[in-house]
């Protein structure tokens, strides 16, 4: 089960991740396009992994495990890259925080309502949130090497902001919930 295609096409994710930092570092306008398709080949990756789990009847613990460490190693690194190389505004960091502290707390809050038996699943609007995400990274990363009509750092930045206020959205409504377990928790065990 742990080389199964779903698990392969999640450690891909792990795997592409030095590869696209060192494109930053190799900074050429094709290998921007080259980070550029690895990463859409990644995200679309996160896409079929889960998709082909399921229809095959191939769900793993490791796979639960690993879905959404990779999802969030992957963003993460991008986002400090993309910060790291000046490839977008000094106000766009924050919303690049805004999204790195979410994913932190959502981590958390996982991990403890698991300890609990509880189970978090993810919402329409989460997933929206990681779709805009998808958006917004790969045009901050081929950002100036776009064809002049494209503006794609600016895209970019617009887009990441709109990931950011779902973002903000859907880790308030994790907290919430998950507050609310606790809270039941508490009560149960007399505190």
């Not at 887009?159 to 206020?165: H, K």
């Amino acid at each position: 089960m742990v080389f199964s295609l779903p698990n392969l096409l999640t450690m891909f994710r792990i795997v592409v991740i030095p590869l696209l930092v060192a494109a930053f570092y190799l900074d050429s306008p094709e290998v921007r396009w080259a980070s550029l398709a690895l990463f859409s080949a990644a995200g679309i990756s996160d896409f079929f992994d889960g998709w082909l789990a399921r229809r095959w009847n191939k769900v793993s613990a490791l796979g639960r495990f690993l879905d959404p460490i990779a999802d969030k190693l992957l963003v993460a690194s991008i986002l400090l890259m993309l910060v790291a190389f000046d490839r977008m505004g000094p106000w766009s960091v924050l919303p690049a925080l805004v999204i790195l502290c979410r994913e932190i707390l959502v981590s958390g809050l996982r991990e403890y309502l698991a300890e609990l038996k509880v189970g978090m699943p993810v919402t329409k609007l989460a997933k929206w949130k990681t779709a805009v995400q998808m958006v917004a990274l790969p045009l901050l990363m081929v950002g100036d090497a776009a064809p002049a009509w494209i503006p794609a750092r600016d895209l970019g930045e617009v887009t990441l902001w709109a990931a950011a206020i779902l973002t903000g959205i859907t880790g308030y409504d994790y907290l919430k919930a998950g507050l609310r377990h606790m809270a039941a928790s508490d009560a149960a065990s007399g505190q």
